[in-house]
């Protein structure tokens, strides 16, 4: 490792290396390898002290991934065998017997009032609608920021005499930057606010906190939420 030179060849597996540990003193290392073999070698000269016959695998019991979706999933290794296009149909199958059955429920469960106007429901579940809501306010704060970039960059060239007139960004609907980013969250149905907050990273959060004060002080914050509404409802 000091020299990064090629140094000794541990020569004796019969097929490639999954697991390897050196002991702390740097003397011996252990290998396992998919011929189910593990051997302990000698560093100082590249000499297999012993070699056994260790497990009945290459495969551990089972595996841990994680994904995009922000799941943390594990999944164990079974003796079954495992056909993909039925396991498919299976949940295919599944899935239609559950929104049958939630189809039924619906039709013949007791009707709920509707709440008033103005009034808050549950929060509902995280949904395509609410990510698509997240990505749009993400993307609203992205474009505010990059606009307030640019405002600042004009106000150091006019300090310099460049007295050039400021454009602001077509995407910014001649909004002011905190207008903009309200525009868009008042865009998004008051039952999905909840989960859509959840779901925004805990950086992009802090932005949407930091126009709270702006918002609050403004006290035709409702009238406008309800203007922005209703322009926008006009607009489909």
Not at 151 to 168: C, D, L, M, S, Y
Request: with cysteine; net charge negative.
């Amino acid at each position: 490792m000091d020299s990064l030179k090629f140094f000794i060849s541990l020569y004796g597996h019969k097929l490639p290396v999954l697991r390897m540990d050196i002991s702390l003193d740097g003397d011996l290392i252990v290998t396992g390898t998919v011929d189910k073999n593990l051997k302990i070698w000698g560093l100082d000269f590249g000499d297999c002290h012993k070699s056994s016959f260790a497990h009945a695998d290459s495969r551990a019991d089972f595996i841990v991934t994680g994904s995009h979706d922000r799941s943390i999933r594990r999944w164990d290794r079974t003796e079954e065998p495992f056909f993909i296009e039925e396991e498919k149909e299976k949940r295919l199958e599944e899935m239609f017997e559950s929104d049958l059955d939630n189809a039924i429920e619906n039709r013949y469960a007791p009707k709920e009032e509707l709440p008033e106007e103005g009034a808050v429901a549950l929060a509902g579940k995280k949904t395509q609608e609410t990510l698509t809501a997240t990505d749009l306010i993400i993307e609203a704060l992205d474009v505010v920021e990059e606009e307030l970039d640019r405002i600042a960059q004009h106000e150091e060239e006019k300090t310099r005499g460049n007295v050039a007139e400021f454009q602001p960004d077509i995407r910014m609907l001649g909004l002011s930057p905190s207008d903009y980013v309200l525009r868009t969250l008042s865009n998004v149905n008051t039952n999905d606010l909840e989960q859509t907050l959840l779901a925004l990273p805990f950086a992009d959060a802090l932005k949407l906190l930091s126009y709270l004060k702006d918002w609050a002080s403004n006290p035709d914050k409702e009238k406008m939420i309800r203007a922005v509404r209703r322009n926008t409802s006009r607009g489909k």
